[in-house]
């Protein structure tokens, strides 16, 4: 069944971290499972990160001229950049073997790609031309490695995904408050209530 590519599922902040969100229940082997398991969605994934991550990308549309071509780039780029700022957003810094896998795999998102590409906020080149899916993400995975930006990597409390907290005090700690920090708070009202409820038989 094709995946519904709403704005929630663009929750990480950067493309970069939204694409490592396309692995749900990351590290629960029960439930876990991956929306790029269909190769046909990474394609339908770009379609919407192209609006939902227009400023990141300058308004330049993502393009994936072969799918499954495509993949074996993207899963190595979401893994790698999955491996290096989760263990960073858990303690802190970079370990060298990861952020060597992260270099080696945004190198080949970007060989072949020709053209221009200023890393920044937003990505700079010509207005309007498309950008290969993986030379996009590669660039939005390399601009995470500042320190400024590497400190405000988080883990949702809820749901485990990667976001990039750019709140004022750096206090989030749900990726959505309106999915998850409402579900944790529903959660938490209904163990209250189960409590009272126990005490009460």
């Given at each position: 069944?094709?995946v519904s590519w709403i704005p929630?599922?663009?929750?990480?902040?950067?493309?970069?971290?939204?694409?490592?969100?396309?692995?749900?229940?990351?590290?629960?082997?029960?439930?876990?499972?991956?929306?790029?398991?269909?190769?046909?969605?990474?394609?339908?994934?770009?379609?919407?990160?192209?609006?939902?991550?227009?400023?990141?990308?300058?308004?330049?549309?993502?393009?994936?001229?072969?799918?499954?071509?495509?993949?074996?780039?993207?899963?190595?780029?979401?893994?790698?950049?999955?491996?290096?700022?989760?263990?960073?957003?858990?303690?802190?810094?970079?370990?060298?073997?990861?952020?060597?896998?992260?270099?080696?795999?945004?190198?080949?998102?970007?060989?072949?790609?020709?053209?221009?590409?200023?890393?920044?906020?937003?990505?700079?080149?010509?207005?309007?031309?498309?950008?290969?899916?993986?030379?996009?993400?590669?660039?939005?995975?390399?601009?995470?490695?500042?320190?400024?930006?590497?400190?405000?990597?988080?883990?949702?409390?809820?749901?485990?995904?990667?976001?990039?907290?750019?709140?004022?005090?750096?206090?989030?700690?749900?990726?959505?408050?309106?999915?998850?920090?409402?579900?944790?708070?529903?959660?938490?009202?209904?163990?209250?209530?189960?409590?009272?409820?126990?005490?009460?038989?």
């Amino acid at each position: 069944m094709a995946v519904s590519w709403i704005p929630q599922r663009f929750s990480g902040g950067v493309l970069a971290l939204d694409v490592t969100n396309t692995v749900v229940l990351r590290g629960d082997a029960a439930r876990s499972f991956d929306r790029f398991d269909d190769v046909a969605e990474i394609g339908r994934f770009a379609e919407a990160a192209t609006v939902q991550r227009a400023a990141e990308l300058g308004s330049r549309p993502l393009a994936v001229a072969d799918a499954r071509a495509a993949a074996p780039k993207v899963v190595a780029l979401r893994e790698a950049t999955d491996r290096l700022f989760r263990k960073a957003a858990l303690h802190g810094g970079m370990d060298t073997d990861d952020l060597a896998l992260l270099l080696s795999a945004c190198a080949v998102g970007l060989t072949g790609q020709g053209g221009r590409i200023e890393v920044g906020k937003p990505m700079r080149g010509e207005p309007g031309r498309p950008i290969a899916f993986e030379a996009a993400l590669s660039v939005s995975a390399l601009s995470l490695l500042p320190p400024e930006r590497l400190e405000r990597i988080r883990i949702c409390a809820n749901c485990r995904w990667l976001f990039l907290d750019e709140s004022r005090n750096r206090s989030r700690i749900w990726c959505d408050m309106s999915v998850c920090g409402n579900r944790r708070k529903a959660q938490r009202h209904y163990r209250r209530r189960k409590i009272v409820d126990d005490a009460d038989a």
